[in-house]
């Protein structure tokens, strides 16, 4: 008797895992026969729901479908309630998305602008492609491989898509020169083109050296490094970082970057998440600008690792950050590739400064709301007047040396200064919505390239500018675009306006090493910060 308990004990389970499966096959089959006569389906119990439901929509709804396109609408909506930053990222979409942070790209080595429906060559990238292949600025590009680009509707992107492709493989260009006869055909290969991400390193004056970062990149940290060991072989006692309009980048470009600046063992920041666990970021002391004096610029528009490094300089007490309350994000994201090529930025941890601040702001209204904010900003006075922007005293954190300072929605400046908008007439805000000061800019170049070829500076620029009827020209330009003269705002916004015109030919010629020294003499927030070191 045991011993026949015994094995009904052991074969118990098998018999039952048996009759599990043979129920499963024969509930399935009924499903089949009952499902087109009745309408009714019941769903299997295992699997996942998404996988079902595509499962069968693509084996019996009543037309054919694309799994594929439906996975690719679903992901989005399955993400819009996360945060703002957690994306997805299409396979067609993933290079071009990576290609600022990259630091290079594969293309024949051009800047151009759409010019009288035309694809005109600003400036040939030195070294690319392009240069070896004999193009010069002010070729435009008619043709490239078998497509027509000059004469049609065509957006500067399906233009760059055209031009740019993997490195080493051929391109044919069509190009009309001014002088020549019929179309040159060229025929390049591409190269590897780089991408800066420092704009420009130069001195404003005998003491105080300026550097513009614009992304941070992979390359970031060595044209920063670099640019700080130029201004350094010329003297510099001073330093402004300007990461105005800096919308962020690679947390590592950041956080070498502060270490320049940061004695050893100090706070650069720290990240925390659900899954992730606390990780610091701490200063290693070999730093080499470890007591220069600095001043960070900030906007409403510089996010992410702009205000990592901001807050950093500010809660350790190292530098005054001057400008206006910067846009707040504090969230870390993670690229995860996906099998077909598509990519999903996943938020992962949110960053805390050195005080232990979180400056991500609100997004429990949405992502629109969440990005409208800075028109909320812009509506509620805070571009003008540092009074319109209040804090929650829960949110106050104090810094070693004292310096009261906030999370909760941005780095806040120590020092306020107001958007400028001395100069901004109506007729400039017109001259500026349609792109118009640029176009007549690289007009003025175009006109006068034989002339300006020998020029290496900004200093040389502006005195082949000198006695220029830069400003007539625009004007009769402006009219030819739809502009009508406005003798009044001209009045009102004359020097802005010649400003920029000479900025934009400076920038044309040489680049940005032209286009900065110029255009700093319209720039409210950088002549101010000169003045602050003292």
Known sequence: MGINNKRITILFPILLACAVVLGMFLNSVFQKRTGADTGIFKLPQAGNKLDIVLNMIEKDYVDTVSAADLVEDAIPTILKDLDPHTVYIPAKDLQRVNEDLKGNFGGIGVQFIRYQDTVAIVR???????????????????QVDDSLVAGIEMSDNEIMDRLKGPKGTPVKIGIYRRGEKGIIQKELVRGSIPVASVDIAYMLSEQIGYIKVSRFAATTYFEFFEGLQKLNAKGMQKLIVDLRSNTGGYLSEATNMINEFLPKGKMIVYTQGKSQPKSDYMSTGNGQFQELPIIVLIDEVSASASEIFAGAIQDNDRGKIVGRRSFGKGLVQEQRMLSDGSALRLTVARYYTPTGRCIQKSYENGTEDYYNDLNHRYLNGEFEEQDSIHFNDSLKYITPGGNIVYGG??????????????????????????????????????????????????????????????????????????????????????????????????????????????????????????????
């Not at 030195?126 to 070729?139: F, R, V």
Request: charged share 30%.
């Open 124 to 142: 040939v990238i030195p070294g690319g492609p392009s240069e070896s292949a004999g193009i010069l600025a002010g070729d435009r590009i008619v």
């Open 409 to 534: 929605g941005g780095i806040m400046p120590d020092v306020f200064i107001p958007a400028d908008t001395s100069g901004y007439s109506n007729y400039f805000r017109d001259l500026r919505r349609k792109g118009v000061i640029y176009q007549y800019a690289f007009s003025f170049v175009d006109k006068h390239r034989k002339e300006m070829l020998g020029l290496k500076d900004y200093q040389s620029v502006l005195a082949f500018i000198k006695n220029k009827p830069v400003i007539k020209e625009l004007v009769a330009y402006a009219k030819n675009k739809g502009i009508p003269a406005d003798s009044k705002g001209l009045a009102e916004s004359r020097t802005v306006i010649e400003t920029q015109i000479k900025a934009y030919i400076a920038r044309d010629v040489i680049d940005d090493e032209g286009f900065y020294p110029i255009i700093k003499d319209v720039d409210a927030t950088l002549l101010e910060a000169e003045t602050l070191f003292d």
